[in-house]
């Protein structure tokens, strides 16, 4: 089992910065990629970004140039550096680990809220 417990959401305004961050725990060795969804109000989950176990990174076109996604394996921690956030990026943020061969965890969920 893989757990996730994510951290840093919060308000802020519009052009402003947030970092999360997505501490994992757990066979953590099992674990092949991480990454952030997020789920706005009356809309479906959509991908953020991802990093694989090798440190390839991939994101939504919506956040290209604003969002950064990193790892620290010393801490077992995926961050991702949010900037020039926009009121649209307003969702519940998830972090995800895909580990074993088809298993998802799933973090509780973060709140970022930016206003306009």
């Known amino acids: 089992q893989v757990q996730l417990v994510e951290s840093g959401g919060g308000l802020v305004q519009a052009g402003g910065s947030l970092r999360l961050s997505c501490a994992a725990s757990?066979?953590?060795?099992?674990?092949?990629?991480m990454g952030w969804y997020r789920q706005a109000p009356g809309k479906q989950r959509e991908l953020v970004a991802t990093i694989t176990s090798r440190g390839s990174t991939d994101y939504a076109d919506s956040v290209k140039g604003r969002f950064t996604i990193s790892r620290d394996n010393a801490k077992n921690t995926v961050y991702l550096q949010m900037n020039s956030l926009k009121p649209e990026d307003t969702a519940v943020y998830y972090c995800?680990?895909?580990?074993?061969?088809?298993?998802?965890?799933w973090g509780q969920g973060t709140q970022v809220t930016v206003s306009s």
């Open positions: 995800n680990a895909l580990w074993g061969l088809v298993t998802n965890s």
């Open positions: 757990g066979s953590i060795g099992s674990i092949r990629a």
